[in-house]
């Protein structure tokens, strides 16, 4: 939306990105995000279909999974998912770091953006879409993931450069890798992206944008909606 326009023209634009009050009470995304970390982790993707197929433990080597106690998880981005991505991890006995150039704090430790991917276990990007953040994970930064290392992008597709990735996985089949987001969704592309053949194949998994799909913040954002809404025709003295 371009908002220039929008005010030349007297057309008021509110988003739930500026109602803190509304969104800090909303933990669907983090939550996602946390399954899929998780799911990195244990491959609860994979034991699923085995029993489907009529399979007990046969390929139990391939479901052996590892536990988030004692991991390092390091966060991009530490705003409203990312401060909750760090208490889910701490509350199951993992340490956490972040970078984030904009957060100054000093409960966690703040890590430059090439160490969080060299020394992490466990890499989870969460930060908004902005001209600074727009293609920000690269080849250069995923070579430096550690062998094993789990890698989930809940934020945007265009954070992250999805034909570097895909080269990393041709070359890196160890990584362990959870997207709920692809470039391209906005124009209706997100299946030219070379991961989606990863997806295909099992190696990664890739789910539909559905991080804050749950009736419970789907519900709170309808409200904070209307209440901006009510807020600016009261305001207005508009019959």
């Known amino acids: 939306i371009d908002r220039d326009v929008c005010a030349r023209r007297g057309v ?6 500026d109602n803190r009050s509304v969104l800090d009470t909303i933990s669907a995304s983090a939550e996602f995000t946390f399954l899929l970390l998780i799911n990195s982790l244990r491959r609860l993707d994979f034991s699923l279909p085995e ?6 433990r046969a390929n139990e080597d391939e479901m052996r999974g590892r536990e988030l106690a004692g991991k390092h998880i390091g966060l991009v981005g530490l705003g409203r998912i990312g401060r909750r ?14 970078y984030d150039p904009y957060v100054k704090t000093e409960e966690i430790p703040a890590w ?18 902005t001209d600074e953040t727009r293609g920000m994970i690269d080849y250069n930064l995923l070579k430096r993931l550690r062998t094993g290392a789990s890698f989930v992008n809940t934020s945007r597709g265009e954070v992250l450069v999805d034909a570097d990735l895909a080269r990393i996985l041709a070359e890196r089949p160890d990584l362990r890798v959870g ?4 470039t391209g969704e906005v124009t209706a592309s997100q299946y030219q992206s070379p991961l989606i053949e990863y997806h295909r194949k099992g190696q990664i998994v890739i789910t539909p944008h559905i991080a804050g799909a749950t009736v419970e913040s789907q519900a709170k954002a309808a409200i904070g909606a209307l209440n901006s809404f009510e807020a600016y025709y009261s305001a207005s003295k508009i019959p």
């Open 51 to 56: 029993v489907t197929e009529g399979r007990w």
């Open 112 to 129: 430059p953006l090439k160490r969080i991917f060299e020394d992490s276990d466990a890499v989870c990007i969460c930060p908004a879409l």
């Open 12 to 17: 008021a634009v509110f988003s739930l990105l």
């Open 179 to 182: 997207l709920d987001v692809l």
């Open 85 to 98: 991505m760090a208490r889910y991890c701490q509350a199951f006995d993992a340490t956490v770091s972040f």
